[in-house]
């Protein structure tokens, strides 16, 4: 009987794996996997930042003109921050876009146990962010999204930092601002 239960349990668990990745590919199974995957290919463009200490300062005289004490505490816990984003420039591009450039990121942080924290209409962006968290404390977050005004874009924004959920929602506001400064 046990013999029997093997075959199919394998066979549910190998197909369950192959819905949560899909994507272009073998599908990548971290968000560094993923960046690494896609650095470097036609129409990706990735920008990587570690503030050093005169960036912080200026941000943060920035953060208080713009958003208050939020913004300001968001932008000192940060890290280290990286954003990914793609544009079709070549037929084989538009392809990735189509076999779910979308669905494997977000495979990606529901596999590594990424929280949702809202839909992006609610932040006043098009960027769903997910939050790696415990409790109050958000130890990373990720938002995927689109680029304005470029169609089959895609973007993947990762923030790696000490923040809490206010913080994330305060710097997420100004995420369409911060990726199209990127991806020029």
Do not use: H
């Not at 990424?114 to 962006?125: D, F, H, K, R």
Request: with cysteine.
């Amino acid at each position: 009987m046990i013999q029997k239960l093997r075959l199919p349990v394998l066979f549910l668990i190998l197909l369950m794996a192959g819905c949560r990745t899909a994507g272009p590919g073998t599908p990548a199974t971290t968000v560094a996997s993923f960046f690494s995957k896609y650095q470097g290919r036609s129409g990706f463009k990735t920008m990587d930042w570690s503030a050093d200490l005169l960036e912080r300062l200026a941000l943060v005289r920035a953060a208080k003109l713009l958003g208050g004490s939020e913004l300001t505490n968001a932008i000192t816990g940060i890290r280290k921050a990286r954003v990914i984003s793609f544009a079709p420039v070549t037929g084989s591009a538009e392809n990735l876009a189509q076999q779910g450039l979308v669905q494997e990121a977000t495979g990606i942080l529901q596999g590594n146990r990424y929280e949702p924290i809202s839909a992006g209409t609610a932040l006043g962006n098009d960027y769903k962010v997910s939050v790696r968290a415990n409790g109050d404390r958000v130890s990373e977050f990720a938002a995927i999204g689109q680029l304005p005004d470029v169609t089959d874009s895609f973007v993947l924004v990762d923030v790696e930092g000490n923040f809490t959920r206010a913080q994330v929602q305060a710097l997420t506001k100004y995420l369409p601002q911060i990726v199209q400064a990127t991806a020029q």
